[in-house]
């Protein structure tokens, strides 16, 4: 079964530096998602993007952050310049239109 | 925007017994709403959803209800068993811009004592 794959697994980082979170999501997929997770709290969502632009963004998507689908199967997350706040595991979603497949996760960790 | 609300936060059960996960939404237009399962350190998964022109489903041992007009839905799992043992998030969403955006609750971390 094809599932959503994210690298790195874990990215350790010092406040102030960029950041590309990267994620090759199902292949037949059109909807791409980022979503972010503090540890023990709840999924909240960052982002979605469809035809090669931002369909709609929380408020948490504020200019620090960006995403890109460069090629035909990566689709990336950037942090310009990480906070400490920043620190949290960065999920990755696609879907067809209907339910949304998870990847596995990148723990951010921002010293 | 859409708030979910969900209860407990924790549900310890003995092997065997039943888990009901509920939750509500504030948004009418709100249409969609999965339940996904995630166990620690791992991604969520999607292990059952419903739409709002049904008001029950269900697949094998795991059943969603839906009360439109209440705006709230309820995950019951039966014959639980310790592999059922993660937090269970549900989500409430619409469409928007051909796509479902979920607004999750806070999770329920299920415990099953063997």
């Known amino acids: 079964e094809p599932e959503v794959t994210q690298t790195p697994s874990h990215q350790v980082t010092q406040m102030g530096q960029e950041v590309i979170l990267r994620c090759v999501p199902i292949?037949?997929?059109?909807?791409f998602y980022w979503y972010r997770q503090i540890l023990g709290q709840k999924v909240e969502f960052l982002v979605s993007?469809?035809?090669?632009?931002?369909?709609?963004k929380s408020e948490i998507f504020d200019d620090q952050f960006s995403v890109e689908r460069p090629d035909g199967s990566n689709f990336t997350l950037k942090i310009r310049s990480t906070k400490l706040e920043d620190s949290a595991m960065y999920f990755c979603?696609?879907?067809?239109?209907?339910?949304?497949?998870f990847g596995p996760g990148t723990r951010l960790t921002v010293t | 925007g859409e708030n979910v609300e969900q209860h407990p936060s924790t549900l310890s059960v003995q092997e065997g017994d039943s888990a009901v996960i509920k939750c509500t939404y504030s948004d009418s237009a709100s249409n969609y709403f999965p339940w996904y399962k995630q166990e620690l350190g791992k991604r969520p998964q999607l292990i059952i959803d419903?739409?709002?022109?049904?008001g029950e489903k269900k697949d094998q041992r795991i059943a969603v209800t839906l009360n439109k007009t209440a705006k709230h839905f309820s995950l019951h799992i039966t014959e639980t068993q310790p592999e059922d043992s993660a937090v269970y998030f549900c989500a409430a969403s619409k469409e928007s811009g051909g796509s479902y955006i979920p607004t999750f609750g806070r999770g329920t971390s299920l415990i099953v004592h063997p």
């Open positions: 979603a696609s879907s067809d239109g209907g339910p949304q497949y």
């Open positions: 419903i739409r709002s022109n049904v």
């Open positions: 993007f469809y035809n090669n632009e931002i369909s709609e």
């Open positions: 292949s037949n997929h059109l909807y």
